[in-house]
């Protein structure tokens, strides 16, 4: 906003339609320009602008497969930043979350600040906790006033080397996984740090039918499967 203006609904009004409609950040721009409005005592409706964002429609996005995502562990050059990378993608954390992480029970991570608090993590795939050598921990030398600061360094970072999928992406995949792997929707979305509904509402979208295929062929191959009964005409 113009530092050099009288604060108006005009101005207000100015930076929510900046943002793109039916976005989250339309809906936080919203948010934030009507508790200011309120505070200078300006008459300012944000209500209206606020779009038909929901998570329950967002548009699946066309994430990555599991091997492209370790391959690129491997083309980042900056040790700090590759780490960072690859706690992500092994725990599916938020960004500014692998700056925050406990590894004394490692290959189990603890979450130990962030935006939802503390919480225990494990890695899926455990594979890659030992091959991205996250024991070794690594941090980038940045700072942030905030966990978005944090947040904001790190998808510039990899926006800069051409990361060609961003870091949110390695947090959703994390997700899908864990229901391709049968873990518990309750349990996976602890690990997240979320609600179960927000769990439900935000990843079912993303399920393609690869991700159903996988599964179905996961089951059908456990031993202990039902099995059709036998009928000897």
């Known amino acids: ?7 108006t609904a005009e101005i207000l009004r100015e930076v929510v339609l900046a943002t793109e409609p039916d976005t989250r950040t339309r809906q936080r721009f919203c948010m934030v320009t009507k508790a200011l409005a309120t505070f200078a005592g300006i008459e300012f409706d944000a209500q209206s602008y606020r779009g038909k964002y929901s998570p329950k429609h967002v548009t699946p996005r066309d994430l990555p497969d599991d091997r492209p995502i370790a391959e690129w562990y491997y083309k980042i050059s900056n040790p700090a930043w590759q780490w960072i990378y690859g706690a992500i993608a092994t725990y599916g954390l938020r960004p500014h979350e692998a700056f925050y992480l406990d590894l004394a029970d490692f290959p189990i991570v603890t979450v130990t600040e962030g935006k939802t608090g503390r919480r225990r993590v494990w890695p899926c795939y455990p594979e890659w906790a030992e091959q991205f050598n996250l024991r070794d921990r690594k941090l980038p030398a940045v700072t942030g006033r905030n966990n978005s600061e944090l947040g904001e360094r790190a998808a510039k970072y990899f926006k800069r080397v051409g ?10 995949c994390w997700a899908v996984r864990t229901l391709e792997f049968g873990l518990d929707i ?7 740090g979320h609600a179960v509904q927000v769990h439900t509402d935000l990843y079912h979208a993303w399920i393609s039918e690869r991700h159903h295929q996988r599964a179905y062929e996961a089951i059908m191959m456990r031993s202990d499967r039902p099995k059709a009964p036998i009928i000897i005409p």
Not at 1 to 7: G, K, N, R
Not at 186 to 192: G, N, P
């Open 163 to 172: 990361l060609p999928f961003v870091l949110y992406d390695l947090r959703h």
């Open 186 to 192: 309750s349990l996976a979305s602890q690990q997240m």
């Open 1 to 7: 906003m113009p530092l050099d203006q009288v604060l």
